[in-house]
């Protein structure tokens, strides 16, 4: 049975999440992939392990994790069963609805009828009473955006989750959300928006700025840009890689010399500030103090304990800051 470290909080740098009063890791820990039916389950269980050993207190689902959907919230509730259950009180889990889970005309986008069965169905999945955050996983353009919003709304009032999030909606769409919540009352608390340093829609779009001076958090996924972030394509594509091994989201074609130029520029950076270049891509997420957690992705323990690494230096000199924007153009 498991038994946490004593001294899992002593590193670990946590944000409060836009004006809640929420606290969340500077690094969450994602179970979009290598948690599904074709995974190791004792693989599993060490990475869970070992991020809260390292006071990643935030582990983040979705209905339709997997492979199959649903097998990552069914295997996180397997893992809440060996002994991490016994600290529920201390980790905040997440988890989403939005994509196609089940057959049929109600297993998809954003009508109450969706959201509330999809989450009574993930609650049943991981064993669990409530969730900490329940997100709208992307916009829906059919369903009126006040139905969305009441059915989050009620969510929370039901006590099957304590705060609403969205997941993938822009800054307009993001203000007009804001406004329906504000006058529900609703504690709508945070966006998931994918960024990097290769992906800066939510610069771009105006969303980060937005939150800030708004007061909703905002946490990142694919911060590593599906692995280009860390180095590994500099000699080739490796067979065990995810562009070979699960091609949906990294294409080969995005492994061109221009990109691989600006990895090898953006790693000599990192070894001068004695981090790995993932370190730093994390880092650097993080650097204006906007963002208020990065999720990462895993497929072994030691990747973990590599991207907490980054926490021994955030800061970036204004140098530093000039050197990568210029890399980056």
Known sequence: MYIANDKRYETMKYNRCGNSGLMLPAVSLGLWHNFGSNGNFETMQDMIFTAF???????????????????????????????????????????????EMWDGPYGNWGSKKYLVSSLDQSLKRMGL?????????????????????RALDGIVRSGK???????????????????????LGTPFI?????????????????LKDYAAANGIGIITFCPLAQGLLTGRYLNGIPADSRIRTDGRFLKENAVDEATLNKVRALSAIADERGQSLAQMALAWILRDGDITSVLIGASRASQILDNVGMLQNLSFSAEERAKIDDILK
């Open 53 to 99: 050993d390292n006071g990643i207190t935030h582990f983040d689902l979705a209905n339709n994790y997997g492979p199959v959907p649903g097998a990552a919230e069914e295997n996180f509730g397997r893992i809440l069963n060996k002994g991490l259950g016994a600290y529920r009180d201390e980790i905040v889990v997440s988890t989403k609805a939005g994509y």
């Open 129 to 149: 009473d409530y969730v900490d955050i329940f997100y709208h996983h992307r916009p829906d353009p059919e369903t009126p955006l006040e139905e969305t919003v």
């Open 161 to 183: 989750a304590l705060y609403v999030g969205i997941s993938n909606y822009n800054k307009e769409q993001t203000i007009e959300t804001a406004r329906l919540f504000h006058e």
């Open 190 to 206: 945070i966006n998931q928006r994918k960024y990097s340093m290769f992906v800066r829609d939510i610069e771009t779009d105006g």
